[in-house]
């Protein structure tokens, strides 16, 4: 018994050792990829010194004797901090997914080899100005630089994930660059399921209740259409969905997350300062590391600071020493579903203008891990290129003999945005910025500016021409054979909107509509805001001067304007009534939860319970009032529409039929429905929450799901890159951190403000910002979630052109000789 024990304590030794050592070990490889920051090192592809400053913050701050030099510093700080994120962003945009993942990204790689954006970006790459491919070429030979370096350093392979998808890098190329920002465009986009679900909803209620469920933000309304199926005879209601299994790895953003962000900007007669004011907070997903790259460059026309995305050469959101600009998504009705009849003849014709035209085809072959490869057919009409039936919900909506076809101004092989861009950080006023955007194509954005003195806001990217005429105004999808419902070509630039220096002295855009013009020149039907601009029209307006602490305030503001009106609404007879009722019982539940809302100022604070009382019964309110009407698309509606609700309970246009349950024989009435959902709000807090309903906080809900998109569902690898954080705000603050909207967590921060920045002019070094984790993209460095804390807290840091700032405390000077002068 004794040698049984001693032969056990000595295996239990040597795997425990085993292990250690194997941890070491792994430890070790992953750690090779830790950039150092204090080197010099001899690089081929600049003509003079480069010198990469990298502050407290790890914001790198890069100088050079010419700009290319500069862009080729960005490449290699890029590149030494997110390398991974970028192969990706450039292998999701290449349709290349399954050459790491297997068959789990057939279905995305699918997707992006049919919208073809790399062979956009390439033929892209000679629409370029002169001075834009000079950048993107020597961007490109910082990243390759720095490839070279870990090659022959050996350096961890670059990145520690890929040591676990093992793969060669290819060089970087310009096309990758403008690649990434059309992958961006593809982000910010829900056109084409905004059309798709609204064709789907009028199958199966009447126009009177689409007008409903799916309202036009308020203000002047569109003349009525006609119904999906009056168009587009021979499509059945109800069909079962066909979208993928969401997978974090998908660029394609759901509806509900297509984009959205805040901007303002004050000029002189409106601050406190004697100069302008602008703040910008872009709201995308988020992850770990975060999209956005803090990050200086020292131009020629002078110092551009702000946030970077990894493979873009340019300061996208930022400020110099006398320009700001800030982005929000605009919205625009961008893209088209074309219904297009397939030749019964022949299936290599569709249906033209003029008779059969054949399709423009070519075979696209996709390498998938541990599995043969798959070929597929890749199919173009005239209105772009065809998608199948099992992408998008696309089948529900096409009849028989047809496909769909999509329309994308971000399609265009002649893409100038990457120069725009460009254009943009070299403007010194709001003038030559706003002629810097005619260049912009796409993602649709508007961008707010302020100069010294002024302040504009103007809608940059391609608007299409659609025929007054079109049979849906593109808010359905349309017959691609019929000219009234084909693009007629694009919009002068004059005619996007533009504001500059309005008489109020601000601007500002949550994605709110913001002008009311008849169709075609409409902009768009599908807005992304109608509440959180209520709240800022207030602020601004709330103090006739602002200040840079103003402006974070109302950056950082949590108060839900929704809340407070749609309580008022499913309360009315709730408040204060009922009888005395036990501890314990569903009556006394619901007496303390009105009473915690009744004295509650709709501040969506993470450690108060109300927000998450109010949340989970407006979310059962319209689970409850949709159910029975739309069947199965009621799970298309994940997230709350106050413009619904409002409807309902304001009896417009008869709405609140919809509280009544069809089904039942009583007529229910909007006070039943109330007080069921809050019922069943209830229910599910004590269920999922564990506590009493008065010690549930918001922000154990509304946590912040900063994941790693590959190895953030990985058992203990999760808890290493993954980052949580409690948080306030909402899908309807100005704080906005829009929750999940499904599965056992649909209160979970999962799309948010990942940049936040305010600039001062009249002390720019004044001016912050902050991203969401950190400035690395190596989940073992200091530098992974560094900025985090800050970011959860609302704090900033500075955002400075000073370069003795940058030396003073800098955790780092990485210089860059050319290969001539270490000779």
Known sequence: MFTLFRWAVRLTTAMIVLGVGLAVLAWYFATRSLPDYNATTAVAGIAAPVEIVRDNANVPHIFGASDDDVFFGLGYAHAQDRLWQMTMLRRTVQGRLSELYGSRTLGIDSVLRRYDLYTAATASVAAQDARTLAALNAYAAGVNAWLDEVNTGALGRGAPEMWLFNHPIAPWQPADSIAILKLMALQLTSSLENEVL?????????????????????????????????????????????????????????????????????????????????????????????????????????????????????????????????????????????????????????????????????????????????????????????????????????????????????????????????????????????????????????????????????TIGAMPIRDAAHQSQGRYPSFGYLPQNRWQGIFPYEDNPRFVNPAGGIVGNTNNKMIDRPFPRHVSFDWGDTQRVIRWRRLMQAREVHTRDSFIEAQLDSVSFTARTLLTFMGADLWFTGDAAPDGTPERRRQIALELLAAWNGEMNEHLPEPLIYAAWARAFQARVIRDELGPLAAEFTHLDPVFLERIFRDIDGASIWCDVIQSAPVETCADIARQALDEALIWITETQGKAVEAVRWGNAHEAMHDHPVLGTTPILGWIVNIRQSTSGGDNTLMRGRTRGTGPAPFQNVHAAGYRGVYDFADPDSSVFISATGQSGHPLSRYYDNLGELWRRGEYIPMSLDPDLARAAAVGITTLVPVESAE
């Open 198 to 458: 609204r064709a789907r909803v009028s199958l199966v209620i009447n126009q009177d209740r689409l007008r409903d469920i799916l309202p036009d933000d308020p203000g002047s309304g569109v003349a009525a259409l006609p119904s999906f199926a009056a168009l587009v005879p021979g499509v059945a209601p109800n069909q079962p969905g066909t979208r993928m299994a969401h997978d974090p790895l998908m660029p394609v953003p759901q509806r509900a997350f297509a984009g959205a962000s805040n901007a303002w900007a004050a000029n002189a007669t409106r601050s406190a300062t004697g100069s302008t004011l602008l703040a910008n907070d872009p709201h995308l997903g988020l992850t770990a590391p975060s999209i956005w790259f803090l990050a200086r460059l020292d131009l020629a026309d002078g110092g551009v600071i702000g946030g970077t995305i990894p493979g873009v050469p340019v300061v996208l959101t930022g400020r110099s020493a006398n320009l700001g600009w800030g982005l929000t998504t605009a919205n625009v009705d961008d893209q088209d579903v074309f219904l297009e009849e397939v030749n019964p003849a022949n299936p290599a014709e569709y249906r033209g203008l003029d008779g059969w035209e054949n399709f423009r085809t070519r075979d696209a072959i996709i390498t998938v891990k541990d599995a043969p490869a798959v070929t597929i057919r890749l199919r173009w009409t005239q209105n772009g290129p065809v998608m199948p039936g099992d992408q998008f919900d696309l089948g529900t909506i096409t009849p028989p003999g047809h496909v769909t076809a999509i329309g994308w101004t971000a399609l265009s092989p002649a893409d100038t945005s990457m120069s725009a861009a460009m254009a943009l950080m070299r403007a010194r006023n709001v003038d030559q910025a706003i002629a810097a955007g005619q260049l912009h194509v796409a993602p649709a954005q508007n961008i707010t500016l302020a100069d010294r003195n002024r302040v504009a806001m103007q």
